[in-house]
């Protein structure tokens, strides 16, 4: 965002109000762009030790006229500064990034100027920036605000937990990581894994894609209990959502196998009885058990015709 076009709104809305505009810039960011900022019908002017002279221009040579006066480097406190009291009277611009990227966006709730600041290489570019304006509404607070940056970087619209976690889910099931990395890269994971602790109870010394995915295999195994009730609804509802949504699905599905490989979850359950297996479909381990022990109380003509048509018909809706 230190391009000369990004400050020039800002600019030309000073000059709205304004005949004259001091700008600081102690850096001098600007100095080699400046005579490309284009402004309609203001001058720009340098301050290079000629302080007596721009005031004596801006207020006997030319008092109708619009001057922007630029000034680089460190500017002299006190009486030091001749042009101290035009500064007063005018105001200082300083093309602050922060400032003006915060501005861009519109928003004013508590914490939005430092998250901008924390994500200075996020709001570089201006094409990310008009993505996220797009998304954006005029209340977001700071954390809607990191939310809608993550779905800028992943190319959607929707920047719910659950809509974003869908997406790094098919990604990891597809055996990729371009998505997750580009949070990485934008300082965006650590929001991601505070959201998922605080709202789906994950939490870990070394989160990622693959522990998560066995964490939340590991919850729907138990039932998703925990020892303080409701602490993992919220995960319990939106693994029913990635189960359920056609768009999900299939990657939840290569998940469950792999997860179920991981956690060894065949030895689990071989000596659990069938019927007590009729109402857990979270892997294809369970159906494969089902199967074998039908199959084996059929040979042992231990189960009747009737049993074994409900157990079948209970199973071909699951997954």
């Not at 101290?84 to 939005?112: K, M, W």
Request: contains cysteine; aromatic residues 8%.
């Amino acid at each position: 965002m230190s391009e000369t076009s990004a400050v020039r709104p800002h600019l030309e809305r000073r000059f709205e109000t304004h005949r004259v505009v001091f700008w600081h810039d102690p850096e001098g960011e600007y100095a080699a762009d400046l005579d490309t900022l284009g402004l309609e019908g203001v001058e720009t002017v340098r301050v290079a030790n000629d302080e007596y002279a721009i005031k004596n221009r801006l207020l006997h040579l030319e008092p109708e006229a619009k001057f922007l006066v630029y000034r680089s480097g460190a500017v002299p406190t006190g009486v030091g500064n001749w042009l101290l009291d035009l500064e007063l009277a005018y105001g200082v611009f300083t093309a602050d990034r922060t400032s003006l990227v915060q501005q861009e966006l519109g928003l004013t709730a508590d914490g939005i100027g430092e998250v901008v600041q924390a994500h200075e290489k996020f709001f570089r570019a201006i094409k990310r920036v008009q993505s996220l304006e797009a998304l954006l509404d005029a209340d977001d607070d700071a954390d809607k605000l990191r939310a809608k940056m993550c779905a800028v970087l992943l190319g959607q619209r929707e920047h719910s937990l659950l809509e974003i976690t869908r997406t790094l889910l098919i990604e990891n099931a597809n055996g990729a990581d371009a998505n997750y990395g580009s949070l990485a890269d934008y300082g965006l994971d650590e929001f991601y894994w505070q959201g998922a602790g605080s709202i789906y109870g994950y939490t870990s010394p070394s989160p990622s894609i693959d522990d998560f995915v066995l964490w939340m295999f590991r919850q729907a195994i138990a039932g998703f209990k925990s020892e303080r009730p409701g602490r993992l609804r919220n995960i319990q509802l939106d693994f029913a959502s990635l189960r359920n949504d056609r768009r999900s699905q299939k990657a939840l599905t290569t998940l469950a196998k792999r997860a179920a490989g991981d956690l060894d979850y065949a030895s689990t359950i071989e000596d659990a009885s069938f019927r007590d297996l009729l109402d857990n479909d979270l892997f294809e381990d369970v159906d494969q058990k089902i199967i074998s022990d039908l199959a084996r109380a059929v040979a042992e003509r231990n189960i009747t015709a009737r049993e074994v048509t409900e157990a079948i018909r209970s199973r071909q809706t699951s997954f």
